[in-house]
């Protein structure tokens, strides 16, 4: 199971490999049926999510989730258990949406400290990455059954969310 060691470690790998960078933490208060999600990730070893803010001349990658936040966001997704952070971006932005990448920087961290709303259960931290990258290679081939559509963008779109709505003013 990932724990505060294991996000800790993560951490001191991430700073020896890619510098200093912002790490922010936040406590969610979730009802049962959203901490069972958690908690299943958590017992899978499940460190958290990297997300990557893929960079290609003067362009974005952006993509759109099935059932998750309306708008256009950076690709990504879990962490497996023994897998580096941004190996996962990587691996996960491959999988989505076609393009090849290769991560250059850490823009920040989240630590999010999950807790049960109506309990007394132990609390669960998940790490959040969010990754600048540039693309290396392959085309837009947005992978159905990841994404609803991925896209190029000159300008970040007004129906963005983060980590894009926070990289793109000042990456575009």
Known sequence: MADSDDIEQR???LRSTYGEFPVESDTYYHADKDFERVLRN??????GASRVWVERKDETLL???HGGPDGWGVPGGFIEPTE???H???REV??????????????????AE???EDGD???IEELGVAFLASAVGGKVDPQEDEIAAAKWWSALPDSSYPPASRLGPERL
């Not at 999988?95 to 920040?108: L, P, Q």
Request: hydrophobic residues 30%; aromatic residues 8%.
């Open 84 to 86: 580096r952070s941004d």
């Open 11 to 13: 951490l001191d790998y």
């Open 88 to 90: 996962a971006g990587e």
């Open 42 to 47: 958590h017992k899978r070893g499940v460190p």
């Open 94 to 111: 491959h999988e989505e949406t076609g393009i090849d990448c290769e991560v250059f920087d850490v823009a920040y961290v989240h630590i």
């Open 63 to 65: 993509v759109r989730t």
């Open 114 to 116: 999950n807790r049960l």
């Open 121 to 123: 259960c132990k609390p």
